[in-house]
């Protein structure tokens, strides 16, 4: 057994088809002065022609994938659009009479390790975007389109060195039962199109397997532990066969449960929903029974691209968004960039302590002109249904104030443009920094709404990095400090007559409910994935005993004791 990353959920067996590796070994060609006009009449064919194929593909694609997803041709277009990529190009045309396809390969060789350079797995990834890009442009070059097709008609678990969003693409998918790649990480481009497909993804496996796989070896991948077997014996088989039957057995019972109100045993109901990043991911998150979208992270929105969203583009998201959660609530929240979310055409400030530093709706607040034209897309979005805004990473009543003004000039100009919006739209904010849980009560008195941000929350009260692997093992989400400031904080809300939902990971983990139930916490918010899960758990428990392992979950002094605890209720809820 070899161990990558399981990047995409889900087990597949099967027969593995590898995608042999295209070298670019074609000799050093030098041409003649007299050539140079043919030549660039040649690279300018065939940009020509890897821009028809890269547009042909993002409108196949963009039916199966969704038009965001499909939308990562847009940076590959914007690559052969890129003025400072051909300017290299014709440079050395021009001065070293290079053949184009010579260029072209300097270039990208160029740019790609200037990319691998950089101590960043985002942007590590986006070299291969390049790569892929440049592959095309040297096929089109050479007119060297030979190609190893995989099986037509036999499904197959599909093996590559790296894996690009194109080659993806132009298979037909319905035929890769699983995917295993060397390099790469989770964050891939195409590690996002295999989740958006459902296929299991393991990568991360160079320099793990004792030799290279052949066409035809018998796989199994498991792209949720990362486990990967070569040739297993028949006994591993037959253990796997039986764990993909009750994968999707369990798969299967679960969506039995989808239209049935979400009470516990006693009759408390609490209110299931979607954080999404996209509306692919809450078409998903529909489909699992998700009761609206507790959280849309909209940085998503701004990222894969060369320039801010303009308010019309936003808008449309936002109103389909609000269209397809119909009578559910869709909060939106605005843009929450910075530290491990960085955007290409937006350089802020290298930092000691990004985590600590410019982010999130301290940008938002700077960078006025940003805010305001997401807000008037919100805005805008407000009238096709139940659209709240919600503003991130908030510590103070200034920083609350001072974003409603922002949103009021924003109505004024909506209104200077006989736009229609909610004049009544609520407003909440995120809790999870320290500072917002200290002054919950007086945050109360002036938002609509409270959701507990519990990835940041557990992150700034233990001072844990929440990237830092060195120290993961200081973060815990269950230490009594936390538990302290959820109760601070929902507390504070109920006090006060607020609404009070989670959106951070604890919101999905199943041990957690006791929490929520003794709380008295009714919206979770959470991936689609976990939705029915959680939801299975809260059928079978009961909202009294919640409470009382609460109690007693408050009297514990150590993190160990609390997950302790927890497990003890799980294993009864079984
Ligand atoms: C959180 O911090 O808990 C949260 C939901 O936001 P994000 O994970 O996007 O920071
Ligand atoms: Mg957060």
């Known amino acids: 057994m070899v161990k990558g990353i399981g990047a995409s959920p889900g087990i597949a067996m099967g027969r593995a088809f590898v995608i ?23 690279l ?31 940076a590959h277009l914007a690559i052969l659009d890129d003025p400072v990529f051909m300017n290299e190009i014709q440079v050395i045309m021009q001065k070293q009479y290079k053949a184009a396809e010579v260029a072209v390969r300097e270039v990208i060789e160029k740019f790609i390790g200037m990319f691998d350079l950089l101590d960043d797995d985002y942007m590590k990834e986006r070299a291969l975007d390049i790569r892929d890009v440049g592959g095309r442009l040297l096929k089109n070059l050479l007119n060297d389109f030979e190609e190893t097709l995989p099986p037509e008609d036999q499904p197959y678990i599909l093996v590559a060195k790296e894996l690009t969003p194109s080659q993806l693409a132009r298979l037909d998918v319905s035929n890769i039962l699983g995917i295993l790649v060397m390099l790469g990480g989770a964050t891939s481009h195409s590690a996002i199109m295999a989740r958006a497909f459902g296929i ?32 297993p014996a028949d006994d591993v088989t037959a253990q796997y066969m039986l764990s993909q039957r009750q994968y999707s057995q369990t798969r299967e019972q679960l969506q039995t449960i989808i239209g049935l109100p979400c009470l516990t045993q006693d009759g408390c109901e609490i209110r299931l929903e979607a954080n999404i990043g996209s509306l692919k991911e809450l ?24 320039t801010l969203p303009k308010e019309d583009e936003q808008f449309e998201v936002y109103r389909q968004a609000a269209e397809r959660t119909g009578q ?76 409603n003004k922002l949103l009021e000039e924003a109505k004024q100009e909506l209104l200077s443009r006989l736009l229609p919006f909610n004049r009544h739209i609520e407003v909440g904010v995120m809790i999870e920094v320290p500072a917002a849980v200290a002054i919950a009560d007086m945050l109360a008195e002036e938002v609509d709404f409270f959701s507990i941000g519990t990835n940041d929350l557990t992150q700034y009260v233990l001072a844990v990095d929440r ?23 929902v507390d504070a ?52 005993r919640g409470r009382a392992i609460f109690a007693k979950l408050m009297a514990c002094k150590t993190g160990n004791e609390i997950v302790e605890l927890l497990a003890e209720f799980d294993s009864l809820a079984k």
């Open 20 to 42: 042999p590796v295209w070298e670019w070994d074609f000799p050093d060609k030098i041409i003649d002065v007299s050539d140079l006009a043919y030549e660039f009449q040649r």
């Open 200 to 231: 299991p993804l393991v990568v991360g496996l160079e320099g793990k397997l004792p030799q290279p796989i052949q066409n035809g070896d018998f796989l199994i991948v498991d792209g949720e532990t990362g486990d990967v077997f070569v040739n």
């Open 467 to 489: 990237m830092n692997e060195t120290i993961a093992h200081y973060y815990n989400p269950f230490h009594p400090a936390v538990l302290r400031s959820l109760k601070q904080t």
């Open 283 to 306: 078409d998903l998150a529909l489909s699992h029974g998700a009761s609206g979208v507790g959280l849309f992270r909209t940085e998503y929105l701004y990222m894969d691209r060369h």
């Open 328 to 403: 559910h609530h869709l909060i939106i929240r605005t843009l929450d960039i910075g530290a491990d979310k960085q955007l290409d055409y937006i350089t802020l400030p290298e930092e000691d302590n990004p985590s600590l530093g410019y982010r999130a709706i301290r940008i938002s607040l700077d960078r006025k002109d940003l805010f305001k034209t997401q807000l008037r897309a919100i805005l805008r979005a407000s009238i096709y249904g139940r659209v709240k805004i919600m503003y991130p990473m908030i510590s103070s009543l200034e920083e609350v104030r001072m974003a």
């Open 44 to 74: 300018h064919d065939g940009i020509r022609s890897s821009k028809h194929e890269l547009e042909h593909i993002k409108r196949e694609v963009s039916d199966v994938i969704g038009q965001e997803k499909s939308s990562i041709f847009d």
């Open 493 to 544: 809300a109920k006090a006060a007559g607020i609404p009070v939902g989670v959106c951070g990971e604890l919101a999905g983990d199943l041990r957690a409910l006791p929490i929520w139930l003794g709380l008295g916490v009714e919206e979770l918010s959470m991936s689609a994935q976990s939705l029915l899960q959680v939801k299975q758990r809260i059928l079978n428990s009961s909202a009294e």
